[in-house]
Structure formats: C-alpha cells, structure tokens
C-alpha cells in the first residue's frame, strides 16, 4: 500500500499474489505517483486501486503495465474519495475476474 505518500515510483516488479484477498498496488491519499513497466497478476482482489483518503490522490500516471488475472477489477479509480489527474498510458488490462477499468465518481 502507498497511504499518504509522496514522490514515489514502483517500476519493473512482479506484484504476484494468488493467495490472499489483497490488492495488488493500492494508492491511497497519496501524490505524485508513477507506476511503471510493472507485471500485476493474480492478486487475490483488485489489481491498482487508486483512492483517496479524505483529499484523494493526485497526479497518479501509470505506464506501460500489464494488469491481468485479479480476482476484481483490473484497475479501480475513485472509491472512497476521487483520485485526480490519474493517467493511464500503454497499459495491458486483460482478464480480471471484474471490470478491467473502473471509474467511480462517489
């Protein structure tokens, strides 16, 4: 989990799970995140789950990552709390167990 956090990258790991109900990268109440050139499978509930924490997150970009398998959605923006100016680019989002994007306004 990134919880109230800033500046931060996660670049080329594997979030592998298949075991536990958990999210694979979870952002929440966080800014100026980039996610990039991650492999994202088979986590037991969402694969990125961007939220917020009372003010949201902020200036998310998540490039080049493949989010596929998740026991839910694919990617989820805006539960609990909106996320803002979140940027999705050459993303590989493929069969999730829910939708493979979900954009929530709350």
């Given at each position: ?9 996660v670049r ?9 109900q ?24 969402r ?17 080049n ?23 999705l680019?050459?993303n ?8 493979n ?5 709350p």
């Open positions: 989990y990134l919880r109230a956090s800033s500046n931060i990258t080329n790991c594997e979030i592998i799970d298949g075991v536990n958990a999210d694979g990268i979870a952002v929440l109440g966080s800014n100026e995140i980039l996610l990039i050139n991650n492999l994202i499978v088979q986590n037991g509930r694969g990125v789950r961007i939220a917020g924490g009372g003010s949201g997150s902020r200036a998310v970009r998540m490039i990552n493949t989010i596929a398998n998740n026991g839910g959605q694919g990617i989820v923006v805006g539960t609990s709390d909106a996320g803002s100016e979140v940027s680019l050459f590989i989002i493929q069969d999730n167990d829910g939708a994007l979900l954009v929530t306004d």
